[in-house]
């Protein structure tokens, strides 16, 4: 596998699952990856919400570790990554709210690059409006988000994956195997 330059975006009560565990996996096989928030630099961190099943209705939130960026990102470019990793949490509903973050996921999608999109990763996507015809799985209670911006919502068991193109995305973190083996195969073509 050749090193991959992959960007990360990241915010306040990403899942923490869903940020360490690829931030770590992928640096492990030798990539560089760049964890970035808006408003935030090198060396701040973000809080991060662990988000459990525990047989209710939907998940449980408790509060996570501090997770540490290592990049700032008022200073990346996003033609300059091969890939993008988006993590769930709660993060991705406010991001979708910064124009600029907006147009560096559909920087990703418009030069064809591998992207990574876990749970609520999915609101990001829909939000970028890169969905159309794509298959996206995603935390279920953003299928009508996928549905709405015109993606097919993949509704899959929480420890699968689906990869649509350039995409790979999945449920929530209980996926982590097959998504993180997927994406490796989006990086390798």
Same mark, same amino acid.
């Given at each position: 596998? $050749? !090193?991959?330059?992959? @960007?990360?975006?990241t915010?306040?009560?990403?899942?923490?699952?869903?940020?360490?565990v690829p931030?770590?996996?992928?640096l $492990?096989?030798?990539?560089?990856?760049?964890?970035?928030?808006?408003?935030k630099k090198a060396?701040?961190?973000v809080?991060?919400a *662990?988000h459990?099943?525990?047989?209710?209705?939907t998940?449980t939130?408790?509060?996570?570790h501090?997770f540490? @960026?290592?990049?700032?990102?008022?200073?990346?470019? #996003?033609?300059?990554?091969?890939? @993008?990793v *988006? =993590?769930?949490?709660? #993060?991705?509903?406010? @991001?979708?709210l !910064?124009?600029?973050?907006i147009?560096?996921?559909?920087h990703? +999608?418009?030069?064809d690059?591998?992207v990574?999109?876990?749970?609520?990763? &999915? %609101?990001? /996507? &829909? #939000?970028?409006?890169?969905?159309?015809?794509? %298959?996206? $799985?995603?935390? =279920?209670?953003?299928?009508?988000e996928?549905? /709405? #911006?015109k993606?097919?919502?993949?509704?899959i =068991?929480?420890?699968q994956?689906?990869?649509?193109? !350039?995409?790979?995305?999945?449920?929530?973190?209980?996926?982590?195997?097959?998504? /993180?083996?997927? +994406?490796?195969? /989006?990086? !390798?073509?």
């Open positions: 596998m $050749s !090193n991959k330059k992959i @960007l990360m975006i915010g306040d009560f990403t899942e923490d699952y869903e940020t360490m931030f770590q996996t992928l $492990s096989v030798g990539h560089q990856v760049d964890a970035v928030c808006p408003d060396g701040d961190s809080a991060t *662990i459990d099943f525990e047989g209710d209705q998940y939130e408790k509060p996570g501090r540490t @960026l290592n990049a700032t990102f008022s200073e990346i470019k #996003a033609e300059d990554y091969d890939a @993008l *988006i =993590p769930g949490g709660r #993060a991705p509903e406010y @991001l979708r !910064n124009k600029d973050v147009a560096m996921v559909q990703f +999608f418009k030069a690059k591998p990574a999109a876990i749970c609520h990763g &999915a %609101q990001l /996507l &829909a #939000a970028a409006g890169v969905l159309e015809g794509k %298959q996206c $799985s995603a935390y =279920p209670a953003c299928q009508p996928v549905e /709405l #911006a993606g097919v919502y993949a509704d =068991p929480v420890d994956a689906v990869t649509d193109g !350039n995409l790979v995305t999945a449920p929530a973190w209980p996926a982590h195997p097959a998504w /993180l083996a997927q +994406f490796y195969v /989006l990086l !390798n073509r």
